[in-house]
């Protein structure tokens, strides 16, 4: 089969380019909300545990990194010494296209790490606050949450990209 008709046939099953986001402005902290997600357990097992979240939008649509830098923070505030691994694939560094968030719509996160001690001379780590950077401004929600790493080490915690979870 020649090429261009091929790929017709193929383009026909796909979904609809979304719309182009280089007028979008930006999320700002300010109208988005942080909010806990239950996942049913789903990210618990294993000496594994984690955490979903939403990010809520209450203003106009805008456009937001599909990877938000996040920090786990303990009970005084202070960041937890905690780093994020690339979502599988992505070497040398992750390339994410921001998504598309409208008004009242929501973006999903999960969060997970291990949580049992399971290093030699394990490290804990207490967690009492999750924030995502938006912009330079972070947004916040309270997390219990324990982490375990080497001893010498910081913990680590795997963070797939944000997707879209429609609204609530």
Sequence with gaps: MPLL???LILAQGLPSTPPPQ???APCRAGQLRLLPEDRDGD?????????????ANRGAACRLPALPQVVLRDARGRALPVARRAPVGMHPGPVM?????????????????????VYDGSRKLVAARLSVQIGK???SMP???VLYAPADQ??????????????R
């Design 137 to 139: 401004q972070w947004v």
């Design 43 to 55: 990210v618990n097992g294993m000496s594994h545990s984690g955490t979903g979240f939403a990010l």
């Design 97 to 117: 296209v921001p998504l598309r968030l409208e008004k009242g719509a929501r973006a999903q996160g999960t969060l997970r790490w291990v949580s049992g001690p």
């Design 22 to 24: 280089g007028d979008l």
């Design 143 to 145: 997390l219990k949450a």
């Design 154 to 167: 910081g913990a680590s915690l795997d963070q797939p990209p944000l997707q879209l979870a429609g609204r």
């Design 5 to 7: 008709p091929a790929l």
